[in-house]
């Protein structure tokens, strides 16, 4: 059944995650669609529609089960398993991504980071150790690496994105401005455009409301 | 007009303004609702449509001149004007954003941050010093100030949102893993939440396609 989820859903799934989270943290059991809705500013009748498409979970009159939910909706998003990260290059976001504490706790871990600036390579971000570019295929012939994460400038967002797919590696996040897309093969990809979500702030603040 | 553009068309706008940046650094002047359709990978009628509600910028036959259309959607997200904005506060995300070289490229300006920190106040990130907290009131109040980077713990973004909006700061750009609302202000929020995208990534890895 989640083979079946539309983009929109899948969008709004880590939102659910998040207040759910949250509810656990505040000692909170039980929630209806109205409070989950009212949190993140959804309609009850939506929350009622996503949460059925992701495998329901909720009991009519009783409400959803707090930690139950969370768990089913992070075990669709995959969070109840671990993912091996590494991280090309190590410039100010691919430093963010390692240093950023959040990621670890979901399961996302950076096993390796990789640069190409003789300056950069040999010292460290955190405890992380910045690895030389020419010792890619190695590492990842030699661990289980189950995301890159590309940090790098535009112009050579396309380049590594092909040398990390011929090495085999199947997920791409991509943070470079622009849409990465690698024809006729598995990988998924998903580019994280910090840009796009400032215009959009941007845009409240000139146009005015959201429809 | 653009005061009744739907989110979804305006969550779009951004990418569209990426891609005519591509075509106009490649030369391009001329692009059909095909073509934009095909970079975007989004089908004409939904290219058509979008763009009509933002103002049309087409001609039938002749498609769209690129740079006229780049420009009217930069006018639309408020790109042809400067945004100034303080970053709070200097942890791996504020820095991180201080350092992006791409947001002031779109006219996005950092004018100061600030932290709490004994040792980050008083250092730097690129040429940007790290300011005290308790100076923000002073600073606020001597400088224009647009938009609000909240880069701060989940625990404290609620308590330093009111404060700023208090300040008279009227836009906030969040990245604290919680999803802000200021209830009864025209204050406009949009919450950038990186490990949402990472969870979308993760949920493609584990239960396949979007539909």
């Known amino acids: 059944m989640a083979d079946h989820i539309s983009d929109a859903v899948v969008r709004r799934l880590p939102g ?8 656990e943290q505040e000692g909170i059991n039980q929630v209806s669609s109205q409070e989950l809705g009212a949190r993140m500013g959804q309609t009850p009748s939506l929350v009622r529609q996503d949460l059925n498409s992701v495998g329901g979970f909720g009991r009519q009159g009783y409400g959803y089960d707090v930690t139950r939910l969370k768990e089913g909706i992070g075990h669709v998003l995959g969070l109840d398993h671990t993912h091996t990260m590494i991280i090309i290059v190590a410039g100010s976001i691919g430093s963010a991504v390692a240093r950023y504490p959040g ?3 979901e399961g996302f871990i950076t096993i390796g980071m990789f640069d190409t600036s003789p300056e950069r390579v040999g010292s460290t971000v955190g405890d992380m150790a910045i690895r030389d570019m020419k010792e890619l295929d190695r ?3 030699d661990n289980t690496v189950d995301i890159a994460v590309l940090a790098v400038p535009a112009s050579a967002a396309r380049e590594i994105a092909k040398q990390v797919v011929d090495l085999g590696i199947m997920a791409i ?3 470079a401005p622009v849409d990465l897309k690698v024809a006729d093969t598995p990988v998924k990809i998903v580019n994280a455009h910090l840009s796009d979500s400032l215009q959009v702030l941007s845009f409240l603040m000139t146009s005015g409301e959201i429809e």
């Open 16 to 23: 659910y995650y998040r207040h759910l989270r949250e509810l």
């Open 103 to 105: 990621f670890l706790k």
């Open 139 to 141: 590492f990842v012939a």
């Open 173 to 175: 996040w991509n943070f």
